[in-house]
């Protein structure tokens, strides 16, 4: 397990950008793969994009390709998400965690239930 806190998350207009933060706690962070995730109300859970340890290796959702930017600092145990050109269909939490070894795409976007841990989220609100 990674203990996580996201933060960053806020309310904009449409069109408008956040950075999501999200800090790591006790070891190990460098070797796992990390995910930002959403869950807007009435909805599942999804898998917005991935990062594999060295940031070498990136998953987008087909929804933020191009809007979206996810990074990563090993150095200071932090993960990012750059969210430029929002839509109101952005509005959920979002939520980071460590992701389990194998294939990015696939455990990023259809294999959430490995996920052992998550923290509480931020909420990112966009209107119109």
């Known amino acids: 397990q990674v203990p996580v806190v996201e933060s960053g998350g806020g309310s904009v207009q449409a069109g408008g950008s956040l950075r999501l933060s999200c800090i790591a706690s006790?070891?190990?962070?460098?070797?796992?793969?990390m995910g930002w995730f959403r869950q807007s109300e009435g909805k599942e859970r999804e898998g917005v994009s991935c990062i594999n340890w060295s940031g070498g290796s990136t998953y987008y959702a087909d929804s933020v390709k191009g809007r979206f930017t996810i990074s990563r600092d090993n150095a200071k145990n932090t993960l990012y998400l750059q969210m430029d050109s929002l839509k109101p269909e952005d509005t959920a939490r979002y939520y980071c965690?460590?992701?389990?070894?194998?294939?990015?795409?696939?455990?990023?976007?259809?294999?959430?239930?490995?996920?052992?841990?998550w923290g509480q989220g931020t909420q990112v609100t966009v209107s119109d």
């Open positions: 006790g070891v190990n962070f460098d070797v796992h793969t």
């Open positions: 965690a460590a992701v389990s070894p194998g294939p990015i795409a696939l455990r990023c976007q259809s294999e959430l239930h490995l996920i052992k841990s």
